[in-house]
């Protein structure tokens, strides 16, 4: 009788270990998918910003894109200007002589 109490002990001891570490596991895991319902909350929100800052890129390439246009437009009525004022210069000039 006193080996099978024994033996009971063992088996009752390994059985509140192994309730004990099911019970830290059923923790951690816990914790875990926690950690992943965060995580994966954060990683939506990283990508809404990341899409808001490509679209805002994109309309930043575009009004760079349109003042660029702009500014050799510009450039390109000056010099038209520049050459007619010269020619009226030089008209001016042949006058006088």
């Known amino acids: 009788i006193n080996q099978k109490?024994?033996?009971k002990k063992a088996q009752d001891m390994l059985i509140d270990q192994l309730n004990e570490r099911q019970k830290a596991l059923e923790e951690q895991?816990?914790?875990l998918e926690a950690q992943l319902v965060a995580q994966r909350s954060e990683t939506e929100a990283a990508?809404?910003?990341?899409q808001e800052a490509a679209k805002?890129?994109?309309a930043i390439s575009a009004e760079k894109k349109e003042l660029l246009q702009n500014w050799r437009s510009s450039?390109?009525?000056m010099s038209r200007r520049d050459e007619a004022?010269?020619?009226?210069?030089e008209a001016l000039r042949r006058q006088d002589e």
């Open 29 to 31: 895991m816990a914790l």
């Open 56 to 58: 805002e890129m994109e």
């Open 47 to 50: 990508r809404e910003t990341l």
């Open 75 to 77: 450039l390109i009525g």
């Open 85 to 89: 004022l010269q020619a009226t210069e």
């Open 5 to 7: 109490e024994k033996a």
